[in-house]
């Protein structure tokens, strides 16, 4: 823990390679399953907060991917026009439209998850659970920017 207390350029640098590493290593393992439908990287993600936020507006799916309504637009009507997923008018506001995953895109996106979840899950079960807490504490902290 000492040694936390005084990281280096050098150590920062790696920690920041591990990071790279583990991402391209994490979305690389569905990649394949991406191409058979002409998706990249930028559909999987909306694809997973679709899929963790229901009923999620174009808005919201704006400011969490952090991306103009313009470069979304290609992604999404990528995803429609394939019934990945489906655009239900708010009930209470009808300029909003919620985004779903569609029948397609929930079983699409269970394909891509659990080649995905081998890794990630290989990786928890062989560390200890202090490890795993504090790691996801640590990534909390790298996105909030604490």
Sequence with gaps: MKDLLYLKDEQIKEFIQLLY??????????KEILTKKYFGPAHLRALNLIERNPGINLGELIFKLKVT????????RDLLNSKMIKQVQDENDTRK???????????????????????IFN?????????VIKFKDVLKKIIDGK
């Design 21 to 30: 590493y583990a991402y391209r290593e994490t979305f690389s393992d569905p």
């Design 69 to 76: 309504k313009q470069s979304l637009n290609r992604v999404l």
């Design 97 to 119: 439209k919620n985004l779903y995953l569609d029948k397609e895109g929930k079983l699409f996106f269970e394909v891509v998850y659990n080649s995905q979840k081998k890794r």
């Design 123 to 131: 990786a928890l079960k062989n560390s200890s659970s202090d490890s």
